[in-house]
Structures are given as structure tokens and as C-alpha cells.
């Protein structure tokens, strides 16, 4: 050190993190000062999809629904039942499915293509799959229109309960924010995680009450619930927003703990491995 | 960091201070690692990563008003020592005290995203660095007057030349007026034109009682610009002091005495 030293207190001491995360207090002001990043990064994200187009709009909501037929006609055809209950559930479930898993697919890459900004800016990185979340909510707001307006043309019961698919979707969003926050550093490690997601999607949304209703399951596939969190949710959801029922507290209380648990140890991994990232990506 | 600071200060007062810095990080040998890459060798006892010791017991201060170089030959840790200074990577050991905000070349971010223009780029880099929209709107014209990218600035950046891309970082980092300016190599790509404003723009800022760090391979321009230099090789400082002295020394080092092909290019 020479004679220069100074007296006044310095703006910013980098020293090695003690407990293996950041300063947590310190890592959230810095996030919470940058929340019009997230909004314009996820904004310019839309963007280049051409979300913000008519067609691209069009487009965000034509492909749940496309799909959902597909599925509809599977069952009609192969399973023999054609109730409109049946079709509201399957493509409600189906919105709150792609939901979660646009998101994780929109996450998973979310650290690994930062490269200039995370070698060269520092920021909370959590940042980048926050952004990938709004995405994912702002891809499945018109979804929830379009299933409103399905739902009137069936003439599906209407009430106050159906107020209850607020927090359903609250809970979800931090479930899938979560899984994305997870993801995403584990793709930093493997990157071939990636390409496997598609494969595993495929698989959770076949072992998720979709396509049937969790009630008409086999008394020996159940145990297949506990280790699903999106029981309980799309139990709660389709209550909710199909048959205007209160859905379960159990359900609500099981997805809530579900959703939190992930998302708790997705930012613990995350946190712990944040500084790794500029070495790695 | 957060919001842009005007106030003065007083050449000679500490502007960054690093004491008994060390930093080892774990880095994967797989330039793309895989699950699969994992798997496939599992049990084989095949190493995956390697530890990396880029920084030493670094022991440097900058006080306000000076310029200090930094030269060293590839992979000697200068680039890294760069961004524990700006706090992209934080320390495995010692301590760095910034007195002031810290803007490094390419700091913010520029050109991150390729489907985005170079205007977005800007926007976005500098609200990841901490900026408000409004700073930013304000330092915009600036920007991209000095970058002299005329229209371009609405392209894709996937359209840009690397010196369209230099000019715009450099750009950015000296418009918004750090305290602190840290250049990583970034004189290196422009055109001759472009050289000589960015060393104006150097000296001028370091008449503005600013520290300046800056990192080349251009031994004429660090002798021409600098007060102090260090020389890091390996992770370790080798020698500090007056410019001509500690060049001289690293010249020898590099066994290639003083020649034109070193001195030109910056």
C-alpha cells in the first residue's frame, strides 16, 4: 500500500463470500435496482419472437389450442368419452402445463447465452432466468382469455370460486420460476440438459392429470402423486377455473410447499454457483 | 455502481485499492461439457475440470489522477484481475476497495445479444450495470456520436463489424463517465482514425482527475499514456513502477527487445 491511502470509506469491497453465497441483503438491493432490466430484456425477448405482433399473438394461442384438439380427439376416439367437462379440463390443464414448461424451456438457456453480459457486467445473474419467467407469464396471459371464452361458449358454470385460480397461478409462477432458476445452472454444467428437456416435458405432461383426471386414476399408480407436484396444482386449477368448485386445501397447501421447496433450493444452487458462471459460460 | 456520480476528486486520493489478492477458480477442460461426455466416462476416472490459480497475492493501488497499464503476456490473469476489480468475479482471497463507480470496457454489456440492435444493446447493458433508463436516454446521443456508427446503431449487432463492435463498447464505457475506466484491450480494433480520438478521449479523461486502468499489448501507447505500470505474469506481480522502466523490463523479458512491430500496434 503507499502513502495514497484514503480516508473516506470505499464505495464497494469485493471479498471472498463467507458461507459460500453472496451477501444476501446486499444481492437483493442490487436486483431490486435493476428491476427495469428484467422488464426490458423480457420485453425485447417478446420481441424478437414477434410476440408483440398480431400473428405472433395469434400464433401463442393457436398452438395450445391446436394441441388440446389433438389430445381431445385421442380420447373421444380411443377412450369413447366426449363430455365438454373432459375437453374444458384437458385444455385448461394443458394452458397451466405449457406454462411451466415454456418457461423452463425458455430458462434453460438463459445463463449459458448471457455470455458477453455475464463475463463483462457484474449483476445478480438470477436476473436472467427472472426474465424468462415474465416471458413465460406473458406467453400464458392470453391463453387464460382464449380458455375464457371457450368455457362461455360451453356454458361451464360460473362462480366466486373461480377466483381461487389467482394464487393457483401465483403458485405456479414461483414453481416455475424455480424450476428455471434450477435448470439454468445445471445447464451451465451440462450442456446438453438442454436437449433432454424436450424429452422430459414430454413425459411430465403424460404423468401429470391431463389427458385424465386425477380421480380416474388406478388405485396403484396414485402413489405417482406424491412425487408430482402438479397433482395437487392442476387438481386446484381445474376446480377452480373449469368447474367454478373451491379447490381442496390439501391440494393448495401441497402445491404451495411444493412450489416453495423448489424454488428455495433452485436459488440456494443458484446462488451457491453464481460466481462460477464467469468461468464457465 | 448504482447511479452516476459527478463528484470530483482529488488527484492522489485512492481510487481502487487490491491487497493480498489470490483468486483460483475450477474450470471445466470440455470446451462444451456434457451429461453425456460424463456418463460415457464414468468410472474411468477421466478428469473433467481443472483448477485454475489466475491470481496471486496481488498487492496494487490506483489513486485518482493517474493512468496505470497493465501488460503481461496471454492468460498472466490481467483480464481477470480486471473483472474481480469491477466485481464480476468475486475474490478467493485478500480484498479490493473501490472508491468510486467502475465502468471496464465492455462493461456494459454491449453486444450480448446479436438479434438485438446496437441501440438495445446499449439500453439493456446499461440497465444490467445498474443504470436508470433516464441515464441512459441522457448519455445515448453521446454514445453514439462518438461510436460513429450513423444508422447502424438500429441494426442487429449480428451486422457489425469487430470494429463497429470495439467502437461501441468504448464508446459506452467512456460516456458515462466512471470514475473509475478500466480498457481491456480495446484500442486494438478500430481504424487509425478511431485510435487517435480513443487516446484523446484517454488523455482527456485523465487531466479529468479519473483512474484509468488500462490493459494492453500496445507497449508504445501504455508508454505514451501512463504513469504507473505493472507487469503480471502468471497470476503473480512481477514489477511495478515507472512506465519506461517496468516496459523495458517486460521488452527484455519477452526477448524481443524494442521493436516496431510491438510499439505500433496498440
Same mark, same amino acid.
Given at each position: 500500500m503507499d502513502n495514497a491511502k484514503s480516508k473516506t470509506a470505499p464505495v464497494e469491497v469485493y471479498e471472498p463470500f463467507r458461507a459460500g453465497l453472496p451477501p444476501l441483503r446486499k444481492y437483493?438491493?442490487?436486483?431490486?435496482?435493476?428491476?427495469?432490466?428484467?422488464?426490458?430484456?423480457?420485453?425485447?425477448?417478446?420481441?424478437?419472437?414477434?410476440?408483440?405482433?398480431?400473428?405472433?399473438?395469434?400464433?401463442?394461442?393457436?398452438?395450445?389450442?391446436?394441441?388440446?384438439?389433438?389430445?381431445?380427439?385421442?380420447?373421444v376416439i380411443i377412450g369413447g368419452h366426449s363430455d365438454k367437462m373432459r375437453y374444458g379440463h384437458l385444455t385448461a390443464c394443458l394452458f397451466l402445463f405449457y406454462f411451466v414448461s415454456n418457461t423452463m424451456t425458455g430458462g434453460v438457456k438463459s445463463?449459458?447465452?448471457?455470455?458477453?453480459?455475464?463475463?463483462?457486467?457484474?449483476?445478480?445473474?438470477?436476473?436472467?432466468p427472472i426474465s424468462a419467467t415474465v416471458v413465460g407469464i406473458f406467453r400464458f396471459l392470453p391463453t387464460i382469455f382464449v380458455f375464457f371464452v371457450i368455457r362461455t361458449i360451453l356454458g361451464f358454470p360460473i362462480g366466486w370460486a373461480m377466483l381461487w385460480a389467482i394464487p393457483v397461478v401465483v403458485i405456479t409462477a414461483i414453481l416455475a420460476l424455480g424450476l428455471a432458476v434450477l435448470i439454468s445452472t445445471i445447464n451451465v454444467y451440462f450442456r446438453d440438459i438442454s436437449s433432454f428437456l424436450p424429452y422430459f416435458s414430454?413425459?411430465?405432461?403424460?404423468?401429470?392429470?391431463?389427458l385424465y383426471e386425477a380421480s380416474a386414476l388406478k388405485h396403484n399408480l396414485r402413489s405417482l402423486e406424491a412425487f408430482n407436484p402438479l397433482f395437487p396444482l392442476l387438481n386446484s386449477w381445474s376446480r377452480a377455473i373449469v368447474h367454478a368448485q373451491v379447490p381442496k386445501a390439501t391440494d393448495m397447501l401441497i402445491s404451495l410447499a411444493w412450489a416453495l421447496g423448489i424454488f428455495i433450493i433452485g436459488t440456494y444452487y443458484f446462488l451457491a454457483r453464481e460466481r462460477d458462471f464467469a468461468v464457465r459460460v | 455502481m448504482q447511479s452516476e456520480s459527478n463528484s470530483t476528486h482529488i488527484p492522489g486520493e485512492l481510487a481502487v485499492s487490491v491487497q493480498h489478492l489470490g483468486l483460483t477458480y475450477t474450470t471445466t477442460i470440455d470446451r462444451r461439457p456434457t451429461l453425456k461426455a460424463r456418463v460415457r466416462t464414468l468410472g474411468r476416472g477421466t478428469k473433467h475440470t481443472r483448477v485454475v490459480r489466475a491470481l496471486d497475492d496481488i498487492m496494487?493501488?490506483?489513486? /485518482? %489522477?493517474? #493512468?496505470?497499464?497493465?501488460?503481461?503476456?496471454?492468460?498472466?490473469?490481467?483480464? *481477470? !484481475?480486471?473483472?474481480?476489480?469491477?466485481?464480476?468475479?468475486?475474490?478467493?482471497?485478500?480484498?479490493?476497495?473501490? /472508491? %468510486?463507480? #467502475?465502468?471496464?470496457?465492455?462493461?456494459?454489456?454491449?453486444?450480448f445479444s446479436p *438479434? !438485438?440492435?446496437?441501440?438495445?444493446?446499449?439500453?439493456?447493458?446499461?440497465?444490467?450495470?445498474?443504470?436508470?433508463?433516464?441515464?441512459?436516454?441522457?448519455?445515448?446521443?453521446?454514445?453514439?456520436?462518438?461510436?460513429?456508427?450513423?444508422?447502424?446503431?438500429?441494426?442487429?449487432?449480428?451486422?457489425?463489424?469487430?470494429?463497429?463492435?470495439?467502437?461501441?463498447?468504448?464508446?459506452?464505457?467512456?460516456?458515462?463517465?466512471?470514475?473509475?475506466?478500466?480498457?481491456?484491450?480495446?484500442?486494438?480494433?478500430?481504424d487509425a482514425h478511431f485510435k487517435e480520438k480513443s487516446l484523446n478521449k484517454i488523455k482527456e479523461l485523465r487531466s479529468d482527475a479519473r483512474a484509468l486502468i488500462l490493459v494492453s499489448h500496445g507497449l508504445g501507447t501504455i508508454r505514451d499514456v501512463c504513469n504507473e505500470v505493472a507487469w503480471l505474469d502468471k497470476g503473480k506481480l512481477i514489477k511495478r513502477g515507472e512506465p519506461n522502466a517496468v516496459v523495458d523490463a517486460y521488452e527484455k523479458f519477452l526477448k524481443v527487445g524494442k521493436s516496431a512491430a510491438i510499439d505500433e500496434d496498440i
Open positions: 437483493w438491493r442490487s436486483l431490486w435496482a435493476r428491476r427495469s432490466f428484467i422488464a426490458e430484456y423480457s420485453r425485447s425477448e417478446l420481441r424478437e419472437k414477434h410476440y408483440d405482433s398480431v400473428f405472433g399473438q395469434v400464433w401463442l394461442v393457436l398452438n395450445p389450442l391446436l394441441l388440446s384438439g389433438v389430445y381431445f380427439l385421442l380420447i445463463i449459458t447465452k448471457g455470455g458477453k453480459l455475464i463475463l463483462n457486467t457484474a449483476f445478480p445473474r438470477i436476473m436472467l414430454r413425459t411430465w405432461l403424460y404423468l401429470s392429470p391431463i | 496494487m493501488d490506483v489513486p /485518482y %489522477g493517474s #493512468v496505470l497499464g497493465i501488460v503481461g503476456a496471454n492468460g498472466a490473469g490481467k483480464s *481477470t !484481475l480486471m473483472r474481480v476489480i469491477s466485481g464480476i468475479l468475486p475474490p478467493s482471497q485478500g480484498r479490493v476497495e473501490v /472508491y %468510486g463507480k #467502475v465502468s471496464t470496457l465492455l462493461a456494459l454489456g454491449v453486444g *438479434t !438485438l440492435s446496437g441501440r438495445q444493446n446499449v439500453e439493456l447493458g446499461g440497465l444490467a450495470a445498474g443504470m436508470t433508463r433516464k441515464e441512459i436516454a441522457s448519455h445515448f446521443e453521446e454514445i453514439a456520436d462518438f461510436a460513429e456508427l450513423g444508422d447502424a446503431i438500429e441494426a442487429p449487432m449480428r451486422t457489425y463489424s469487430s470494429g463497429m463492435f470495439a467502437r461501441l463498447g468504448f464508446a459506452v464505457a467512456v460516456t458515462v463517465r466512471p470514475d473509475i475506466l478500466i480498457v481491456d484491450e480495446a484500442l486494438s480494433t478500430g
